[in-house]
Nanobody, 125 residues
Framework: QLQLVESGGGLVQPGGSLRLSCAAS????????IGWFRQAPGKEREGVSC????????NYANSVKGRFTISRDNAKNTVYLQMNSLKPEDTAVYYCAVGLFRLCVSWRLNDFHSWGQGTQVTVSS
């Protein structure tokens, strides 16, 4: 059974950094794109970043471009999201999920599966 587990969330001050991890079990990361999403209270889940199976194709939401960096270590079956210059509006539960495609071609939630349980990120002073 495919399963993703997110970790690394927490409370951080504005301007701070966090690194989220998305660990996979039950399948091999190299055969799927992996997406990071977030959902703030009262808002819809939105795409944040995506990385293709090979790692050479990445996408970012405009709101995080230049601040977040996605990467993957296929040997460790893990995808990372390095988040710098965090803002209060980055506060949300962050989820990772497996894409139906090998490239990052969609942000549609229905194009992703095997969602993790999420990790809370709170940016506050």
């Amino acid at each position: 059974q495919l399963q993703l587990v997110e970790s690394g969330g927490g409370l951080v001050q504005p301007g701070g950094s966090l690194r989220l991890s998305c660990a996979a079990s039950g399948f091999t990361l190299p055969y799927a794109a992996i997406g990071w999403f977030r959902q703030a209270p009262g808002k819809e889940r939105e795409g944040v970043s995506c990385i293709a199976e090979s790692g050479d194709n990445t996408n970012y939401a405009n709101s995080v471009k230049g601040r977040f960096t996605i990467s993957r270590d296929n040997a460790k079956n893990t995808v990372y999201l390095q988040m710098n210059s965090l803002k209060p509006e980055d506060t949300a539960v962050y989820y990772c999920a497996v894409g139906l495609f090998r490239l990052c071609v969609s942000w549609r939630l229905n194009d992703f599966h095997s969602w993790g349980q999420g990790t809370q990120v709170t940016v506050s002073s």
